[in-house]
């Protein structure tokens, strides 16, 4: 201990700079408690954050004067006058952020958002995705934000083609802009952002109703790189044929589920841009004939395609694959056609391929997986869902060619066993684990991924009702750095399994859905251990009691999201919850036998200031006082009533 | 400059021997004289051009007076584009005529004799009758030799006038020329009235009564310049400006009453007699003179404000194509906007039709641009933001935002909000415009029936513009209407600051 301050203080500052630079998060934790020199480097290093509580946003953004990226996404009560008072606050400076998020912060409005535009002069970067109240007054609000690069708008639902025209005459240097779900906009607005914004590089127009029109307009982006129109059902290949001939740097085109696009709009897209990378095309076309293979060869640099859904030869594949040989990812899932020879031929071309989806692929076998396996050694994804001939030969060569697989999909493969399992853990990179369905398999499987797979960071057990406590345990036990589990319907599970989580300090996300035999003393060791829990389903565990509850309203103070439906809770547990859970944004309340309406009156006017999704009971709609409803309106929350 | 001098002379020559009749005029025998001197100078541009020498009063009143002869003289020097068998056509219809009023004339004197002790009264009667008959006579007899005059004037113009020695003169200033023919067509006007001693000034169509203004390009760029009509294969007419604003140019020459257009006029005639109500009188006046066959020179216009672009002295001139336009170009770009939209206060114009116009679709022009333009359609508006730079649209109003228990109640009451919105928006910088200025507007809107037919008189086939009188009416009712409502709304001009100033957020 005496020696310590002597060592460091040998470090000069810039020094300690680069030190810290070489840490990651949790680390950087630790490291600002050590000293007040590390603090000092820490607070003046630290350029993102991501605040949980608005009351210490002024604090923060005292401290870290070197902000550039703020994230307000999960932030509760943030709203207006949160940003007023910050505004007003001169010790805060807010000059350097260059990347705002707010996402999902319903409650702040076209003033809030001018004010934030007005304080953060050297914005780029702007999410406002999940905003449902973000309308034109907003986009006008927000427009003022000149120097705007960066600006997604996915699922602003009251945005028009009049808020869509303020910002691009207002940020005219725009060159990513996504308006996926803003179901509002049109050819007008899309021809306007064409026009005006000319740098434009990145566009996601996603579900829109816009027609050949607006690619017309598109086509005419000289530096468009990406354009992603998922499931626009009034663009057909005419519309297609336009980007042939303009949008030259075009390199990632997305038409998936485009109802009325056909192989020849997609020819005519190859046609005019022989280095494009990425090509998803998933369910629009319904066979890969002769002729698109003929211009795909031409290919050369293509690295994703994603043909889903479409009739896919073996002989096509092979031909796919021979020409397009630097071939990262491909998506075939839903392509029945495709066969072990297909997926062979396949593998021996396409040595560099990282993602494969063969989910709903019947006929692929343990011969095409090996196949897989052996030639592409830098899997990194695996989907097979639904591929039922899966057995645990397959799973053996995956186990042991394919060292770097992160994420493996055998949801619903009822030939994975215990066997199965065991090959699997010696994938030791394993991230992402989904076994969903997998009857087949018990605590002695489960043990081998629990004692192997210490990098796992999700696993998906739904309905495996294979396994019990002691599978649960192992899992605890090894894989620490869990933070997504699901564990519906595992029925085995009980209070002595679900005690071992709390050992999971990660877990953000847990699902014990339907889990009848844990009570409130296996809710409250959860409570009590995973610190982290955001996303909580306790739906159907009927037979928790109050004692778990208080526990979660005590311990889980960073709870976002629960689902309490059909649980026993009682009003007095329930106004606890909601009131104690300061971060709560996002509650599931229905079929609550034991509470009263006068407790859920409370219990939502207990968390009416922070909450953004509501489910609730229809009758209740009528039984609630009026004024609860309107505040709750009136912060930006949406009730939806079952 | 050989060959152009004998083409000149050969056309000339050709057509002086047609026209060596007995009535040439000693006017037209002066033309002639010195019309070979002219090519002598003038051969040196493009044969085509012709001056635009100020006619010299005299033979203009010559032409008038000698009667046939001088048509003649004009149909001889106009003869390749003349067709003389409608002329004589003409002639033998007015001579019908005369024959007719003589045999009447007759009958009264006749007549006359037996009823020496008649009341005055059927004397006044018989008087008017005759009177009826010759003006229109007089009025044929005009129109014939009127629908002559423009080309007569082209060739006629040749002729040397006041400037002819002028060794330049294929340069003459501009200027100069438009004041005269501004005094010039005046003049026309007065001998027309003091000629024919009517009760009332004879104003036959503008068409006829000022074809003198004639007038060919000079500058040589604009020679070039002259668009798809080549300099010279039309002719420029210039109204002037009181005769652009005079509010009637049809009056009837019977009981003076005014028109805007001629088939009003004629319509109005019925009831001054049976005579009236021919075939051949109701007819439209343009295709007994002109028949279709007629090769006639394209008609172009020149506004009479120095400097516009459509006025003939500009560098770039465009002619404007009809009277109609004439006018309402003159009213919309020369003169002040007298007519104030009753709906919104702010919206003025100069020509009724455009404020009717406007005032149909006033209110309903929800698309509105930063600059304050009011668009009715919304790609109307984008069209508007794409072409200039900085402006956005605006955003009208702050929402108000019902509660869910409550906005069925409030759906209604929310639409007039809204609508009030509108107007307060549209009222814009005119905040202090009131009712007391909305009420001319109205007036003028119920006045302008008249105005807003005037189109009539230069369509060829212009009956369909009766059609729209009922809808005028309509919509005119619909204005008050809808003026009403927004009264009834109560805004106060505090208001329409307040949107305003949300708007500009």
């Given amino acids: 201990m005496s020696m310590s301050p002597s060592i460091l203080s040998v470090l000069s500052e810039d020094l300690l700079v680069r030190v810290y630079e070489f840490l990651d998060p949790p680390c950087r934790k630790t490291w600002r408690l050590i000293s007040k020199d590390f603090l000092r480097v820490d607070s003046l290093s630290r350029t993102t954050i991501r605040i949980l509580r608005v009351e210490f946003l002024p604090t923060l953004l005292f401290k870290y004067p070197n902000l550039s990226s703020l994230d307000l996404s999960v932030c509760p009560k943030l709203d207006d006058d949160v940003v007023l008072r910050l505004a007003l606050d001169g010790t805060v400076s807010t000059l350097g952020i260059k990347s705002l998020n707010l996402s999902r912060s319903t409650a702040v409005r076209a003033r809030g958002l001018e004010t934030l535009a007005r304080m953060c002069h050297a914005l780029e970067r702007v999410d406002v995705s999940h905003c449902w109240g973000f309308g034109d007054r907003e986009a006008a609000a927000l427009s003022s934000a000149v120097g705007l690069r960066e600006l997604k708008m996915d699922k602003c639902l009251s945005l028009s083609d009049v808020g869509l025209a303020r910002i691009v005459v207002g940020c005219s240097n725009l060159n990513k802009i996504s308006l996926k779900w803003c179901m509002e906009i049109s050819d007008l607005g899309i021809d306007l952002l064409c026009k005006m914004c000319k740098g434009l590089k990145s566009l996601d127009v996603s579900y829109l109703k816009i027609t050949n029109d607006s690619i017309r307009s598109i086509a005419l982006l000289l530096k468009l790189e990406v354009l992603d129109m998922v499931s626009c059902p009034l663009i057909d290949d005419a519309g297609l044929q336009f980007l042939e001939n303009g949008s030259p740097s075009l390199q990632e085109v997305d038409v998936t589920r485009c109802e009325r696009v056909s192989l020849s709009g997609l020819i005519s897209i190859v046609r005019g841009h022989p280095d494009i990378q990425l090509l998803k095309a998933s369910h629009c076309v319904s066979e890969v004939s002769g002729s698109f293979l003929q211009y795909i060869k031409a290919l050369k640099h293509l690295k994703t395609i994603w043909i889903d859904g479409a009739h896919v030869s073996d002989s096509s594949l092979v031909t796919l694959s021979s020409s397009c040989r630097s071939l990262v990812e491909i998506g075939l899932s839903r392509c029945v056609d495709v066969t072990d020879i297909g997926m062979m031929g396949f593998a021996r071309n396409c040595l560099n391929l990282k993602t494969l989806n063969l989910a709903c692929c019947g006929f692929v076998t343990d011969v095409a997986i090996s196949a897989v396996a052996q030639s592409c050694r830098n899997l990194e994804t695996l989907k097979l869902e639904s591929c039922h001939l899966i057995t645990e030969k397959g799973l053996q060569s995956l186990g042991c060619y394919s060292k770097l697989l992160q994420e493996l999909d055998l949801t619903d493969c009822y030939g994975v066993n215990d066997r199965g399992l065991e090959y699997i853990s010696k994938c030791s990179n394993l991230q992402r684990l989904k076994l969903g369905l997998c009857t087949n398999i018990s605590d002695k499987g489960i043990f081998h991924i629990g004692s192997k797979c210490s990098k796992l960071l999700e696993l998906d057990l739904y309905r495996c009702a294979g396994f019990g406590d002691d599978g649960l345990a192992a899992l605890s036990r090894g894989c620490k750095s869990l933070n997504r589990l699901i564990l519906s319907y595992c029925c085995e599970l009980t209070d002595t399994g679900v005690e071992q989580i709390r050992q999971l300090e990660l877990l953000s996300h847990l699902e014990l859905r339907g889990l009848k035999n844990i009570t409130g003393v296996g809710l409250a060791a959860i409570a009590c251990g995973c610190k982290k829990l955001g996303y909580l389903d306790l739906k159907l565990c009927e037979n928790i009691d109050d004692s778990g509850f208080w526990a979660l309203a005590y311990f889980s103070k960073n709870l976002r999201q629960i689902n309490l439906c059909n649980c026993s809770v009682s009003d007095t547990a329930l106004c606890m919850l909601m009131s104690n859970l300061s971060r709560v944004q996002d509650v599931d309340l229905v079929h609550l036998s034991r509470v009263t309406v006068e407790g859920f009156e409370f219990a939502l006017r207990a968390c009416c200031n922070r909450l953004k999704k509501l489910k609730l009971l229809a009758p209740l709609r009528f039984l609630l006082s009026s004024e609860l409803l309107e505040t709750l309106h009136a912060r930006g929350c949406r009730i939806r009533w079952d | ?505």
């Avoid at chain 2, 809204?418 to 200025?437: K, P, Y």
């Fill in chain 2, 1 to 505: 400059m050989e060959t152009e001098d004998d083409l000149c002379n050969n056309n000339w020559g050709s057509s002086s021997s047609k026209s060596r009749e007995p009535g040439l005029s000693d006017g037209g025998n002066q033309t002639f004289a010195g019309f070979a001197s002219q090519q002598k100078w003038e051969d040196a541009s493009i044969l085509d051009y012709e001056m635009g020498v100020e006619p010299s009063l005299q033979v203009f009143d010559e032409m008038k007076a000698s009667g046939q002869a001088n048509v003649d003289f004009l149909q001889g020097v106009r003869a390749q584009a003349w067709d003389p068998r409608t002329m004589l056509s003409n002639l033998s219809f007015m001579e019908q005529k005369i024959h007719q009023l003589q045999d009447l004339v007759h009958l009264l004197v006749g007549r006359g004799g037996q009823l020496q002790g008649r009341q005055d009264e059927l004397a006044a009667q018989q008087q008017q009758l005759i009177t009826t008959d010759l003006t229109s006579i007089i009025i044929q007899l005009i129109s014939t030799a009127g629908s002559l005059l423009p080309s007569v004037k082209h060739n006629m113009s040749t002729a040397p006038g006041p400037y002819t020695g002028q060794p330049g003169s294929a340069l003459f200033p501009y200027a100069r020329e438009a004041n005269n023919v501004a005094s010039q067509s005046q003049n026309n006007n007065n001998c027309g009235a003091q000629e024919f001693d009517l009760p009332k000034p004879v104003v036959v169509d503008e068409r006829e009564s000022h074809v003198v203004e004639e007038h060919e390009m000079k500058d040589e760029d604009d020679a070039e310049e002259g668009e798809n009509l080549l300099p010279g294969s039309y002719e420029i007419l210039q109204l002037e400006k009181e005769e652009i604003l005079a509010p009637h140019t049809h009056f009837c020459t019977i009981c003076g009453k005014g028109f805007k257009r001629d088939a009003n006029l004629r319509m109005h005639m019925r009831g001054h007699g049976d005579e009236y109500k021919t075939a051949a009188a109701l007819a439209k006046p343009n295709k007994e003179s002109v028949p279709g066959s007629e090769p006639m020179l394209i008609k172009r216009y020149s506004c009479p404000f120095l400097g516009c672009k459509r006025n003939k002295e500009h560098k770039k001139f465009q002619p404007l194509k009809t009277i109609l336009c004439v006018k309402n170009h003159y009213k919309r770009t020369h003169c002040d906007k007298s007519f104030t939209c009753s709906r919104c206060h702010t919206k003025k114009f100069s020509v009724i039709a455009d404020l009717k116009t406007h005032e149909k679709h006033c209110g309903k022009n929800k698309w509105l641009c930063s600059c304050g333009t009011t668009f009715s359609r919304k790609d109307k508006l984008f069209g508007h933001i794409a072409l200039f730079q900085g402006h956005t649209p605006a955003i009208p109003l702050e929402e108000t935002k019902p509660s869910a228990s409550t906005s069925t109640q409030r759906g209604s009451s929310d639409g007039g909000n809204n609508n009030q919105g509108m107007v307060g928006f549209n009222l814009g910088s005119a905040s202090n415009a009131n009712q007391e200025t909305a009420q001319p507007g109205m007036m003028d809107g119920k006045i302008s029936f008249d105005e807003s037919f005037s189109p009539m008189n230069f369509d060829t086939c212009n009956f369909g513009g009766f059609h729209e009188f009922p809808r005028l009416m309509f919509d005119d009712s619909e204005s008050s209407f809808q003026m009403l409502i927004a009264n009834a709304c109560g805004f106060s001009p505090r208001n329409v600051g307040e949107s305003v100033s949300d708007t500009s957020l």
